[in-house]
């Protein structure tokens, strides 16, 4: 049987870096149970507006969160209101004294797989047809330069079908076995009256070396 494994984890240090660094040795545990609650509320809070990926870097007494969105403009607010107010809830939640925010822009959501995700999730619960989902989607990531080849996987019971299924388009190539292949992968959920349905989207950008 074949032992499937997230692209990212298994480019990890060759290509990829983690997404939380800093000086984690004394305090593991607690600063791991941390990570997940900025994550968990950060996700709850900021809903699909374009929330690409949620980076935590960690010094001494300081906690620097990098927020990498399409939609910068929701998040900040007006004169940073946004900013501020996400900063006082989430050093209610940590008791942290230094808590730094930094939002970053994600120029191209066609180019990342996390953005892409979202976007057929939503276009699913707005009862979209599945297959004509997939292909816009598929064209509009494969017309962008940096993009060598695209996958992108649905199932569930689609389109409120009594037997659940699986589709998927590829368009390109997609070394997926290739430790130095560039991959940008990412899982989303559509919720539907019928049930959930899941979307898989492989981006690969070439070779790194």
């Not at 209610?92 to 057929?120: C, D, F, H, M, T």
């Amino acid at each position: 049987m074949a032992h499937k494994v997230h692209p990212k984890i298994y480019r990890i240090k060759t290509i990829n870096d983690w997404d939380s660094r800093g000086f984690y040795e004394k305090n593991f545990s607690e600063y791991l149970k941390e990570d997940f609650k900025i994550r968990d509320f950060l996700k709850e809070r900021l809903g699909r507006i374009g929330v690409e990926k949620i980076e935590i870097e960690r010094s001494p007494g300081r906690i620097n969160i990098i927020i990498s969105t399409a939609r910068p403009g929701l998040i900040i607010g007006r004169g940073g209101g946004g900013v501020e107010e996400l900063k006082k809830e989430l050093e209610k939640i940590l008791k942290k004294k230094e808590i730094r925010i930094e939002i970053r822009e994600v120029g191209n959501p066609w180019l990342s797989a996390e953005l892409s995700a979202q976007y057929i999730a939503q276009q699913i619960e707005k009862r979209m047809p599945c297959r004509r989902v997939l292909k816009q989607a598929l064209n509009k990531i494969i017309t962008n330069k940096e993009v060598k080849g695209a996958r992108i996987e649905i199932a569930g019971r689609l389109d409120g079908a009594e037997i659940a299924r699986r589709q998927w388009l590829k368009e390109g190539r997609l070394p997926r076995q290739t430790i130095r292949a560039d991959i940008n992968y990412a899982q989303a959920r559509a919720y539907c009256t019928y049930g959930v349905v899941g979307i898989k989207v492989w981006i690969y950008k070439g070779e790194k070396f």
